[in-house]
């Protein structure tokens, strides 16, 4: 029977690409891209020539059935996203969804994606964390933001180099300036960066000097001295 495969792309570093990826977007029928011209270049370095499908947040709702019956009809299928692993921050949950529903088999390869390197990199615990990725720009932003600032797992966020600074000034202001961070940029490029700090600390680092690149922040969980304190002042009162 065919099936839907999930296959990561590198997020920067075109060796990072796996030899079973390699084999599987070599042997489908489809390649469902989210934009086909970036992943033209990277199945042009690969050798690769498919037929390409764009799926996107814009299309994924309308297309998902169709792909669905396409994979019934016997034809395998790859999904894969710019950069990264599909279903992270990008387009995927539908269609695995859609195809599981159908009782279509679904494959998702291990690969690249930008949160675990920069999360290891950053030195905070690994053993609990939670990966928010991109936080609600506008409604409903305030509100997450508050319940995590009790959270005591390390947390992960994708953010735009252009909303970095913002974001730091808020995080310090609900998670306290001297809450331990860091900020990787530019992962498995030529000008990766991994920059640690208290979240005052970054905020003046990264004013003074745009980032520039796809930014992950990694921000330390609520130490136990303070949710100590909070319970014995909530006792209190």
Same mark, same amino acid.
């Given at each position: 029977?065919?099936?839907?495969?999930?296959?990561?792309?590198?997020?920067?570093?075109?060796?990072?690409?796996?030899?079973?990826?390699?084999?599987?977007?070599?042997?489908?029928?489809?390649?469902?891209?989210?934009?086909?011209?970036?992943?033209?270049?990277?199945?042009?370095?690969?050798?690769?020539?498919?037929?390409?499908?764009?799926?996107?947040?814009?299309?994924?709702?309308?297309?998902?059935?169709?792909?669905?019956?396409?994979?019934?009809?016997?034809?395998?299928?790859?999904?894969?996203?710019? &950069?990264?692993? #599909?279903?992270?921050? +990008?387009? =995927? $949950?539908?269609?695995? %969804?859609? /195809?599981? *529903?159908?009782?279509?088999?679904?494959?998702?390869?291990?690969?690249?994606? &930008?949160?675990? #390197?920069?999360?290891? +990199?950053? =030195? $905070?615990?690994?053993? %609990?964390? /939670?990966? *928010?990725?991109?936080?609600?720009?506008?409604?409903?932003?305030?509100?997450?933001?508050?319940?995590?600032?009790?959270?005591?797992?390390?947390?992960?966020?994708?953010?735009?180099?252009?909303?970095?600074?913002?974001?730091?000034?808020?995080?310090?202001?609900?998670?306290?300036?001297?809450?331990?961070?860091?900020?990787?940029?530019?992962?498995?490029?030529?000008?990766?960066?991994?920059?640690?700090?208290?979240?005052?600390?970054?905020?003046?680092?990264?004013?003074?000097?745009?980032?520039?690149?796809?930014?992950?922040?990694?921000?330390?969980?609520?130490?136990?001295?303070?949710?100590?304190?909070?319970?014995?002042?909530?006792?209190?009162?």
């Amino acid at each position: 029977m065919a099936r839907l495969y999930l296959v990561p792309t590198p997020i920067g570093n075109m060796d990072d690409i796996t030899l079973r990826a390699v084999k599987v977007l070599s042997s489908v029928d489809v390649i469902l891209a989210e934009d086909t011209r970036t992943s033209q270049v990277l199945l042009k370095h690969l050798g690769i020539e498919k037929k390409m499908w764009s799926h996107h947040k814009f299309n994924e709702h309308a297309a998902v059935e169709a792909v669905a019956q396409t994979i019934v009809g016997g034809q395998n299928i790859a999904l894969i996203s710019d &950069a990264g692993t #599909p279903g992270i921050s +990008d387009p =995927g $949950f539908l269609l695995v %969804r859609t /195809c599981i *529903e159908h009782g279509i088999d679904v494959e998702t390869l291990p690969g690249a994606t &930008a949160f675990v #390197p920069a999360l290891i +990199d950053s =030195g $905070f615990p690994c053993d %609990r964390f /939670c990966f *928010e990725g991109f936080l609600p720009p506008k409604k409903g932003r305030s509100k997450r933001l508050q319940q995590l600032a009790t959270e005591e797992r390390t947390m992960i966020f994708y953010e735009s180099p252009y909303r970095l600074v913002k974001t730091l000034e808020q995080f310090a202001e609900l998670f306290g300036g001297d809450r331990p961070a860091s900020v990787s940029r530019e992962l498995t490029k030529k000008f990766e960066e991994t920059v640690r700090g208290s979240l005052a600390e970054l905020t003046r680092r990264f004013s003074d000097r745009e980032p520039k690149g796809e930014i992950v922040l990694i921000v330390a969980g609520k130490p136990r001295r303070e949710r100590t304190d909070d319970r014995s002042n909530h006792e209190t009162e």
